[in-house]
C-alpha cells in the first residue's frame, strides 16, 4: 500500500463546475496535509494547508481532512482552464517534527472551454 | 521578498561527470528540503538540512550524493560520477524556524540530464 495515494486521473471538468480531487493515507498519525499545483515543466505551487477534521476555505479552494477515514481532498469551485495542472498532495507522517513531505503521484486536472 | 532560488536551471552532465546543485532560501528561512522527481514519478524527499547540520537524509541514495548547508552560502547537492538513472527534476523548498517550519515553498528547481 502506498503511503499517500491520490485517484490516478485524468480529471477533465467544464469550466465553471466543480473539481474534486482525493487522497488517502496510511499513516493514521499524520497530523499535517498540504496541497500543491504544479504546472507542467514548473515547481510545486502550495495551495491549502490543513491539520484540523473539517473542511478550510480559501477564496474558489477548499480541503476537507476526515483524520478518522484518512481521507484529505481538495474541490476547486467555478473552475478556470487556468486551474488546469497536476495537483499533488502531501502529508507529514507521524514521528516527524519537521516538514518532511511524502508526496502522492499527483492527479492531471483539464478544466476545457 | 526573493523567493526560493536554485541554479542552474537546466544542468547537462556526461556519465561519470560532477552535478552540483544551489539551493538560497528565501530570506529568513534556515530550513531547506531537497526533493527529486523522475520522469513520470512523484516528488521524494531527499535531505533536510539546516545550517551547518543535516538533520535526516533518509531519502538520499547512500553512494554518490551529498548535501551540506554551509554557514554561509548556499545549500549544495552534490551527485558524483553521475549516471542516466540521475536524470531528474531536483527541487529546494525552505521553510522558517519555529512555528509553521511545515510549510515549505519550494524553488524553480534544476533539471538535469545525463547523457
Known amino acids: 500500500q502506498k503511503e499517500v495515494e491520490q485517484n490516478s486521473g485524468p480529471l477533465s471538468v467544464p469550466e465553471g463546475a466543480i473539481a474534486s480531487l482525493n487522497c488517502t493515507y496510511s499513516d493514521r498519525g499524520s497530523q499535517s496535509f498540504f496541497w500543491y499545483r504544479q504546472y507542467s515543466g514548473k515547481s510545486p505551487e502550495l495551495i491549502m494547508s490543513i491539520y484540523s477534521n473539517g473542511d478550510k476555505e480559501d477564496g474558489r479552494f477548499t480541503a476537507q481532512l476526515n483524520k478518522a477515514s484518512q481521507y484529505v481532498s481538495l474541490l476547486i469551485r467555478d473552475s478556470q482552464p487556468s486551474d488546469s495542472a497536476t495537483y499533488l498532495c502531501a502529508v507529514i507522517q507521524s514521528g516527524t517534527s519537521y516538514g518532511k513531505l511524502t508526496f502522492g503521484q499527483g492527479t492531471i486536472l483539464t478544466v476545457h472551454p | 521578498n526573493a523567493g526560493v532560488m536554485q541554479n542552474p536551471r537546466h544542468l547537462v552532465r556526461r556519465r561519470g561527470q560532477e552535478a552540483r546543485l544551489r539551493c538560497s532560501p528565501m530570506k529568513g528561512h534556515s530550513h531547506v528540503y531537497w526533493y527529486r522527481q523522475l520522469p513520470e514519478e512523484g516528488l521524494k524527499f531527499m535531505v533536510y538540512?539546516?545550517?551547518?547540520?543535516?538533520?535526516?537524509e533518509s531519502g538520499m541514495p547512500k553512494e554518490r550524493f551529498s548535501a551540506e548547508f554551509p554557514k554561509e552560502g548556499p545549500s549544495i547537492l552534490r551527485i558524483q560520477q553521475v549516471v542516466r538513472g540521475d536524470s531528474a527534476a531536483y527541487f529546494c523548498?525552505?521553510?522558517?524556524?519555529?512555528?509553521?517550519?511545515?510549510?515549505?515553498?519550494f524553488g524553480p528547481g534544476t533539471r538535469l540530464t545525463v547523457l
Open positions: 538540512l539546516q545550517k551547518e547540520n543535516i538533520i535526516d
Open positions: 523548498a525552505s521553510s522558517p524556524p519555529g512555528i509553521g517550519t511545515d510549510t515549505q515553498y
